[in-house]
């Protein structure tokens, strides 16, 4: 595993003229924005084409990174517009499931099915339950579970205030639920 030095200082090396000082900034933080245009992007060929499109803004805006924010959230917020902008352009539109209907679900009622699950069959639920998620929320589930980011950060990333994060991932976690009550009740689960 390579081994790298703060963001800042790839940084400083780009701004004084040495390009090749990105390539760092571009391996140390390629996972995660591929992961975050992933989740708004459905196709790997377009999500690939977008991540380079990300790159390729951050390395021409990097000279207007004030450093108000960690870079990293700088890049994910590049990233986030970047694929949200795309999926515009594919016209891709997205149905929220009725929120009113999310806030009478109490949390427990699929709670000892699902720990009656196998870790295998509880992935493949969850997995299930997320692919019906809008992108945006799915990303916020996957930002904070999956690459635990902290809800100001995941703010900053999606252009939310952190009060709105938290009543987002809320009802993320409701819908969620239902998803997964929907999917128990309709058959008995297998990871077959």
């Known amino acids: 595993m390579m081994k790298f030095r703060e963001d800042q200082y790839y940084i400083g090396e780009v701004l ?3 390009v090749n000082a990105f390539e760092p900034l571009v391996k140390k933080h390629q996972d995660l924005v591929f992961s975050i245009v992933r989740r708004i992007v459905k196709t790997p060929e377009d999500a690939e ?8 803004k951050a390395y021409h805006k990097l000279g207007k990174f004030k450093g108000e924010s960690k870079f990293s959230t700088w890049l994910y917020r590049i990233a986030y517009n ?5 999926g515009r352009k594919k016209k891709t539109e997205f149905i929220p499931a009725g929120e009113d209907q999310l806030e009478r679900i109490p949390d427990t009622d699929i709670d000892r099915e ?3 699950l196998s870790a295998e069959e509880q992935g493949k639920l969850v997995r299930d339950a997320l ?3 809008p992108a945006t929320e799915n990303l916020i589930i996957s930002l904070y579970y999956y690459h635990q980011k902290d809800i ?3 703010g900053k990333i999606i252009g939310m205030t952190e009060t709105n994060v938290k009543v987002k991932l809320h009802r993320i976690r409701k819908k969620m639920l239902k998803e997964m009550n ?3 009740g309709r ?3 297998s990871v077959a």
């Open 82 to 86: 970047t694929a949200v902008s795309h």
């Open 182 to 184: 929907h999917i128990l």
């Open 187 to 189: 058959e008995k689960y």
């Open 152 to 154: 100001h950060e995941i």
């Open 16 to 18: 004084k003229g040495d």
């Open 131 to 133: 692919s019906v998620l």
């Open 114 to 116: 699902i720990m009656g």
């Open 49 to 56: 084409e977008v991540a380079q499109d990300v790159f390729l």
